[in-house]
Nanobody
């Protein structure tokens, strides 16, 4: 069975840090670009970051550039999102997902382009 599991969410004060992890199973993680998304109630799920299969290429949504860092360990089948300088606007449920492709193309922000999703982890940033 193919699935992904996120962890590492929690409650943090503005300016703090969290590190999210996503462990995937049932698929060859090294053959897939991976992405992080987030969603708040009443809004569409938005792309936060994407990383190519090798980790050589990364992409970020403008509001998180310079604060968030995506990385991966293919041997551990794990994806990470280091989040620093957190802001209340970062509060959301964060999801990881696997792309059917090896690279993050121009459509990487589109949730419909991903296949395998985790159940999400809640991140709450207090002001």
């Amino acid at each position: 069975q193919v699935h992904a599991v996120e962890s590492g969410g929690g409650l943090v004060q503005a300016g703090g840090s969290l590190r999210l992890s996503c462990t995937a199973s049932g698929l060859s993680v090294a053959e897939h670009a991976m992405g992080w998304f987030r969603q708040v109630p009443g809004k569409e799920r938005e792309g936060v970051s994407c990383i190519s299969w090798s980790g050589d290429s990364t992409f970020y949504e403008d509001s998180v550039k310079g604060r968030f860092t995506i990385s991966r360990d293919n041997a551990k089948k794990t994806l990470y999102l280091q989040m620093n300088a957190l802001e209340p606007e970062d509060t959301a449920i964060y999801y990881c997902a696997a792309s059917p492709t090896k690279y993050c193309y121009s459509t990487w922000r589109t949730p419909g382009g991903y296949r395998v999703w985790g159940q999400g982890t809640q991140v709450t940033v207090s002001s």
